[in-house]
């Protein structure tokens, strides 16, 4: 079993920036692929990033590519989004997941979710 736990959300004006944190439980972390996803008010849950659990594989969706940087510390069992440039589009609730050696690029491929955290941008 894996809990994963995000933080670092928040309300940013239009420009900004924000760093979101994902603690996770258990000894495998460095066994999982780490994701980012995100639901914004009225759509469906949609992939933002991925760390690949070899370590040599990120993934990104165009939307936010050159702007977001996923990292993993897998000494602190911690997954990071760095996030520049934040537009009011990229207001939404930004969940972790998590996929035991997979590719993680879709929700239904997640083993375990976080509860989520709020982004909320302005203009």
């Known amino acids: 079993q894996v809990q994963l736990v995000e933080s670092g959300g928040g309300l940013v004006q239009a420009g900004g920036s924000l760093r979101l944190s994902c603690a996770a439980s258990?000894?495998?972390?460095?066994?999982?692929?780490m994701a980012w996803f995100r639901q914004a008010p009225g759509k469906e849950r949609e992939f933002v990033a991925s760390?690949?659990?070899?370590?040599?594989?990120?993934r990104y969706a165009d939307s936010v590519k050159g702007r977001f940087t996923i990292s993993r510390d897998n000494a602190k069992n911690t997954v990071y989004l760095q996030m520049n440039s934040l537009k009011p589009e990229d207001t939404a609730v930004y969940y972790c997941?998590?996929?035991?050696?997979?590719?993680?690029?879709?929700?239904?491929?997640?083993?375990?979710w976080g509860q989520g955290t709020q982004v909320t941008v302005s203009s």
């Open positions: 760390f690949s659990w070899t370590g040599s594989s990120t």
């Open positions: 997941a998590a996929q035991w050696m997979g590719r993680l690029l879709r929700t239904e491929w997640a083993d375990y």
């Open positions: 258990g000894r495998t972390f460095s066994s999982y692929t």
